[in-house]
């Protein structure tokens, strides 16, 4: 039996899930992305870069907002999760105190440190190798030694004292006080042996905001600390990932069945975020067309879908007796807007770009794998 050939309405109804007021339709996965039982599915690569389409809609430095579109869900999730934890950054992992006489416990201070997010010469960070501590069972233990290439080394000392040109009745501790509030800028980069070739001016290992408040010292008190950083991945402790966020949601479909007009369409309108929904004016053509439903109308407003992308599917239009049957609200399945906002180690358009690398590596480590299985 020859396979179906769907039709272009079928595979367009494939590509909606609906969105009810209590229920959510249409949502059955299959065998593995593209595959629909009965019919010919078989990978190109040819139709692939047809179908596939990447659209950017903000690209600032620390955040970027794009779509994937003609992609599975399953490979539009492991971008997400690559992203949030195996590309591996610099995070301080061990707090040497030598003098802490803050009113923060050492344990408490070390935890803030280590969540403080750092960047560096993205070059130097792909040249360090990866730490780590060694174990009772460790033969070896040399081996794993707190080396150049894979630990940077910070220093914070700051003491506070009085500031012998402030006012009388100053009541501001910053500026009654010298380093009355010690900040992520006090953390000091010592770079030792290779580090000094690749951690260099702008590329420095330094704190991606220098304002983060660490700790509030008053006269007297001081913090004196070593700080070793290592290179780590999101999966052994968040303070690695790279991303703040790295999210992605499905585009709304927004379909006005039958007409929505007067203050019906102003009342519509409101049900969504603002730009969603927009009125225009029933034209005289439209009005005079049998069939239209706008017959007897013209002048009138009319709602109009202007741009799903803002919609939030809230669902508030389901709510209201008067639009019943008469819009339907639903979800693009392979329509995938994600916004990723970094840290500040990597841009945040660069950040995808490496999540590709990492899936791109894991495929080739598959594939070799497989080929030696079946050797």
């Avoid at 770079?191 to 905001?209: H, K, L, M």
Wanted: proline fraction near 5%; charged fraction near 25%; aromatic fraction near 8%.
């Amino acid at each position: 039996m020859a396979p179906l050939v769907p039709s272009h309405e079928e595979l367009q109804r494939r590509r909606i899930i609906g969105i009810n007021a209590e229920t959510v339709t249409n949502i059955p996965s299959t065998d593995f992305p593209g595959h629909w039982p009965g019919e010919s599915h078989g990978w190109a690569t040819d139709q692939f870069k047809k179908d596939f389409q990447v659209e950017f809609h903000s690209n600032d430095q620390f955040e970027a907002s794009f779509s994937l579109i003609g992609l599975d869900a399953a490979v539009a999730n492991a971008f997400r999760r690559i992203l949030m934890a195996e590309i591996p950054t610099l995070a301080i992992e061990y707090v040497y105190v030598h003098n802490n006489t803050s009113v923060i416990q050492d344990e408490v201070l070390a935890q803030r440190l280590g969540l403080v997010p750092l960047k560096g010469s993205v070059e130097g960070i792909n040249w360090m190798h990866w730490f780590r501590k060694p174990s009772e069972d460790d033969e070896g233990a040399e081996a794993n030694t707190p080396s150049d290439f894979n630990t940077v080394v910070l220093r914070l000392e700051v003491e506070c004292t009085v500031n012998p040109d402030a006012a009388a009745d100053e009541q501001d501790p910053r500026k009654r006080y010298n380093n009355a509030h010690v900040y992520a800028k006090d953390i000091v980069f010592v770079p030792v042996g290779r580090q000094e070739q690749y951690f260099v001016d702008e590329g420095a290992i330094q704190s991606t905001n220098p304002d983060i408040l660490i700790a509030k010292l008053r006269p007297g008190q001081k913090i004196e600390m070593e700080l070793h950083c290592v290179k780590g991945i999101g999966a052994d402790h968040a303070k690695f990932s790279p991303v703040a966020t790295a999210t992605y949601r499905l585009l709304p479909d927004i379909q006005i069945e039958r007409p929505i007009i007067g203050e019906d369409a102003k009342k519509f309108a409101n049900c969504f975020p603002k730009g969603v929904i927009g009125l225009e004016s029933v034209t005289s053509e439209e009005a005079a067309r049998r069939g239209s439903g706008y017959e007897g109308h013209a002048g009138e407003q009319k709602a109009v879908v202007k741009d799903p992308f803002k919609d939030t599917v809230s669902r508030e239009c389901l709510r209201h007796e008067e639009f019943q049957g008469k819009v339907k609200l639903g979800r693009v399945r392979d329509h995938f807007i994600f916004n990723v906002e970094s840290t500040g180690q990597f841009d945040s358009d660069v950040l995808f770009l490496e999540s590709v690398k990492v899936l791109k590596l894991k495929c080739a480590q598959w594939k070799r794998g497989l080929t030696d299985l079946m050797a």
